[in-house]
């Protein structure tokens, strides 16, 4: 079978299995199946998009991927294009995503000579469901557990003339993660928490409401909804005695935003119970949990005295965290991600990056309306920043039903600066950035490398300032660009919106620690005996 008639096939075989998005960055060895695919958008069987960079390219996908929970080949040439993947393919094996990297190869035969442009790709990415059988796509994508990696060998010639245009097929709709909670019972514990994870849905939520416990829920987890879930959950569990009596965690999803959840997860005295199907999501070594049936329901309800007892000191922990951020320098940080989570209409999507955005959402965001279906995304699967722009856009491409919105840092934002480049012809979302600019790396204030005996060498090795300029950036792209302050930012973010802007806010980085330990001993006071 010639090159040409192989991808053809390819693309029919991928449309069976219900992909619908696709995307390619240009090179030579994967020309034939780049064609094929541009027939199959020319056709109206799925939509193409086109990036330059490789890197850029994958994590598009991946966002593409995590909207539509369906699957999304990204196609490169052979060589050094292929490894640039990488970075998009662990976060879609941590994370379970669907995400399908296809790469062009060389013969076999040119293996291990000094052909051009030609390496071993043979299972190139470790614990990543591989093939290299084009008509058994089919069965890759319905064996791998997360992403997959096709290797597709190309012999010339490798392009040939000749209309051809594949039919379109039904779309089917997909809905989140649902597991339904059925099954046996799981015996409960009189003070129990249940900790939501990235990416576990409602099912944490519904867990929680049965049993009559607290939630404690990060941002990405599909669970920050209802009257369960607490703000300011991290601050409790260091600061609060109410902490100390918990003797249950039933964990959901993939929970590593904050040290203190795993610090409760690894307490001895306490049962750690994981519904799930396995524990490779569950942040620590084996040992510290048992896994039981997903579908598990509580074997009884808690006392009511229970929640009212968090519910009592969630409040009296947010009022605090809103008045120390009111009145602080560094508050600002606190306002913008104040903004940004009330900014997120019904429907709405928000993609946050997985450094001190992500966090400061978690100790200000208040649990959104069930059923309103907001999404809010972040690649937590290894928690790396990079490729989060594009991440975003691929996201709010795939889901257009209402507002779209990234809220990352200026680090997280330059890292990924080339998801800007985007072709004139191709795909644009409406989507609005958040950039928080502090000029560096503000997390690392509030760890142990921030503390004052690291002073000598914090700001050089940690905070890495870079005065990048941020408008410069964007208008090198074409990208609409406006500076503005932390209490300008609600109305803007109101504004309708055609296309990729940036919104830059200017925050304070020098204390940022200071904010932390403020916050910490005015918590440890309202929520305290």
Same mark, same amino acid.
């Given at each position: ?32 199946? +780049? ?20 890197r850029t390219a994958g994590f598009l996908a991946l966002g593409l991927a995590k909207a539509s929970r369906s ?32 790469? $062009? ?12 442009q030609t390496t071993d790709q043979v299972e190139l990415f470790s614990g990543i469901s591989f093939g290299d ?56 514990? /009189? *003070? ?35 009257? *369960? ?16 009596? @918990? ?10 935003? !904050? ?38 329901? /509580? ?5 009511? #005295? ?5 519910? #009592?000191?969630?409040?009296? +922990? ?14 600002? $940080? ?22 001190? /955005? @992500? ?5 200000? +965001? ?8 907001? &999404? ?65 790396? !503000? @997390?690392?204030?509030? &760890? ?41 930012? /609600? ?39």
């Amino acid at each position: 079978m010639s090159a040409t008639a192989a991808c053809r096939a390819l693309v029919e075989n991928l449309l069976d299995a219900g992909v619908r998005e696709a995307v390619i960055a240009p090179g030579s060895r994967s020309g034939p199946l +780049a064609i094929a695919l541009a027939d199959a958008d020319r056709s109206g069987a799925l939509r193409l998009h086109v990036r330059v960079d490789e890197r850029t390219a994958g994590f598009l996908a991946l966002g593409l991927a995590k909207a539509s929970r369906s699957w999304v080949p990204v196609v490169t040439t052979s060589g050094t294009a292929s490894a640039n993947l990488h970075p998009a393919l662990l976060e879609a094996r941590h994370a379970r995503v669907r995400l399908l990297a296809v790469t $062009a190869d060389r013969p076999a035969r040119l293996r291990g000579t000094g052909a051009n442009q030609t390496t071993d790709q043979v299972e190139l990415f470790s614990g990543i469901s591989f093939g290299d059988d084009p008509p058994g796509v089919a069965a890759l994508l319905t064996t791998a557990d997360g992403p997959a990696h096709l290797n597709l060998e190309l012999d010339e010639p490798l392009v040939e003339a000749g209309a051809w245009a594949p039919s379109a097929r039904p779309t089917e709709p997909r809905g989140g993660p649902s597991v339904p909670l059925d099954g046996p019972e799981l015996e409960m514990r /009189p *003070h129990a928490v249940v900790v939501a994870g990235d990416d576990c849905g409602p099912r944490a939520r519904v867990f929680a409401e049965q049993a009559g416990l607290p939630l404690l829920a990060e941002p990405s987890s599909g669970a920050r909804t209802g009257d *369960h879930a607490l703000i300011t959950y991290r601050l409790l569990l260091e600061h609060a005695p109410i902490a100390d009596q @918990i003797d249950q965690v039933v964990v959901f999803g993939h929970s590593t935003l !904050s040290r203190q959840v795993t610090s409760l997860l690894a307490r001895t005295d306490v049962d750690v119970v994981v519904p799930a199907r396995d524990l490779r999501r569950f942040p620590l070594p084996p040992g510290h949990a048992r896994l039981v049936d997903p579908h598990v329901v /509580p074997s009884t309800v808690a006392a009511p #005295t229970w929640l009212d007892a968090w519910r #009592t000191a969630d409040a009296m +922990a947010s009022a605090a965290v809103d008045v120390e951020s009111a009145r602080h320098p560094a508050g600002a $940080a606190l306002e913008v991600a104040r903004a940004v989570h009330d900014a997120v209409p019904p429907e709405g999507l928000l993609v946050v990056g997985s450094s001190n /955005p @992500i966090r400061d959402l978690d100790v200000v +965001a208040r649990p959104y309306t069930v059923g309103e279906r907001r &999404l809010v995304l972040s690649n937590r699967g290894l928690s790396g920043i990079d490729g989060t722009l594009s991440t975003a856009i691929g996201a709010a491409l795939a889901r257009t039903s209402s507002r779209a919105i990234a809220y990352v840092g200026d680090l997280t934002f330059l890292h990924d600066a080339n998801a800007l480049m985007i072709g004139p012809g191709e795909p644009r979302p409406d989507l609005t950035i958040v950039v928080a600019s502090d000029d560096g790396g !503000s @997390i690392f204030a509030t &760890l142990e490398q921030g503390g004052p005996e690291f002073a000598d060498v914090f700001e050089r090795v940690y905070a890495t300032p870079t005065r990048a300029d941020i408008g410069g950036v964007c208008a090198a792209f074409g990208v609409p660009h406006r500076l503005l302050s932390a209490t300008d930012l /609600p109305a803007a973010l109101d504004e309708v919106v055609t296309g990729i802007r940036v919104l830059e806010v200017p925050i304070p980085r020098d204390s940022r620690r200071d904010l932390a330990a403020v916050i910490s001993a005015a918590v440890r006071v309202a929520a305290g005996p």
